[in-house]
C-alpha cells in the first residue's frame, strides 16, 4: 500500500523565496530600464556631471522628467545608483561609470543588456515551438540581439584577442605578422576579423556568416575601420564557407549555436593548411552541469534556452549542444572531424580559448 506523507513548509524559507522572486521580477525589468538608459544618454549624462536631481538629469537628456525620476529611483533601489536624500541628487560612481559607459573597456555592461532585453522579447517564438522541438533561427530576432551581441562580445575581443589569446598560441603571431591567409567563420558583424585584420596588415582575412544583415553589416564595419582592402566576407553557413590553404580559421563563440557543429569543423579541417590551426572560442563552461551552477552559468543556461539553443534547432541536423557544452563536447566535436589536437589555450571569466590542430 502506497504511503502518504505530509510535506512541512517552513514559513521563513517560503518567504525568503518570495522576496528572492520579487528581486528577481526587479532585475527581469532591469535589463529594458539598462537599455532606456543607455539609449536616452542618462548614464553618460551622470557620469559628465556627477550627482543629479531628475529634473536636471531630464534637462541634460532632453526627457520628460517623470520618466527620468521613475528610472532614476529604480536604479537607486538596485544599487546602480547612488541617492542622497539630503538634497534629493542621484550619482554614478566611478565604477559604474566605466561598466555603463566605457565601450573600450572589457567591463562594458548595456551590450549585454540589450541581447538579454532582445532575447526575453522574442521568447514568445520559442515557447511556441519548444513543444515540437522546432528552432527559432538568428536572422528571425529583433536587432537588439545582433547589436548586442556585438556590443557585449567587442569589448572582450579588444581587450583579449590580440594581446593574449592569439599570443597563446605558439608561432601564431609570428605567422600573421609576416602575413597568414585567415577564416572567420560565423563572424557575425565581423568585430573579430576586422580586429585581427587592424592588427596584422600583412595577413588577409575573409569573415563568413549565414546572416546577410550581419555580413551587410561587417562589410561597412571593414570599409569605415579602413582595412577592406585586406578584409572580405561571404554569406555562407559555417559548412560551406569559401577558400581553402587557410594558416587560421578562427570562431568567435559561435560553434554551439550551429545545427551541425560537426559539419563545421569537417569543413575547417578541409580549409585548414596540414600545419594550420582553428582558434576556438567558445563560452566558459565545465564540462558538469554543477560546474556551471554560477551567475555566467546562469546568465548562459538562460541565453542558451531563448536564443542558442533555438538557433541550433532551426537548422539542418540540430545538435544543440548547448551554450554551456563544456570542453569535453567541444573536443568531441573536433575529433569527430578528424582534428587531432586540442588544448585549453587560453580562458576569461566569460570565455575558453581552444587551440585545435590536425
Known sequence: MAHSQTTTVDTDTLMS???????????????????????????????????????????????AEPYAREWLNAQAAGAFVTYEPADGTYGLP????????????PAFLPGFF???????????????????????????????????CERFFRPGYNAHLVAEWLPAVDGLVERLTSGASVADIGCGHGASTVLMAQAFPASRFVGSDYHRASIETATKRAADAGVA?????????ATEFGGSGYDL???????????????????????LRDDGVWLLVEPAAGDRVE?????????????????????????PVGAALGTQAGPARIRDVTLAAGFTGFRLAASTPFNNVFEVRP
Open 291 to 315: 560546474d556551471n551552477l554560477n551567475p555566467v552559468g546562469r546568465a548562459y543556461y538562460g541565453f542558451s534556452t531563448l536564443l542558442c539553443t533555438p538557433a541550433s534547432l532551426s537548422q
Open 94 to 105: 566611478p565604477e559604474h561609470v566605466v561598466a555603463l559607459t566605457d565601450e573600450t573597456s
Open 17 to 63: 523565496f518570495v522576496f528572492r522572486a520579487v528581486d528577481e521580477v526587479g532585475a527581469a525589468l532591469n535589463c529594458a530600464l539598462v537599455v532606456m538608459g543607455d539609449r536616452l544618454g542618462y548614464y553618460r549624462a551622470m557620469a559628465d556631471a556627477g550627482p543629479l536631481t531628475p529634473a536636471e538629469l531630464a534637462r541634460r537628456t532632453g526627457t
Open 229 to 237: 582592402e585586406r578584409v572580405s566576407f561571404e554569406v555562407a553557413a
Open 249 to 271: 580559421v578562427t570562431t568567435f563563440d559561435a560553434l554551439h549555436d550551429m545545427g551541425d557543429p560537426v559539419g563545421a569543423a569537417t569543413r575547417v579541417r578541409e580549409a
Open 114 to 148: 540589450q541581447i538579454a532585453h532582445g532575447t526575453v522579447r522574442d521568447a514568445d517564438r520559442v515557447l511556441a515551438v519548444a513543444p515540437d522541438g522546432d528552432g527559432v533561427g538568428w536572422h528571425d530576432h529583433n536587432t537588439d540581439v545582433h547589436d548586442g
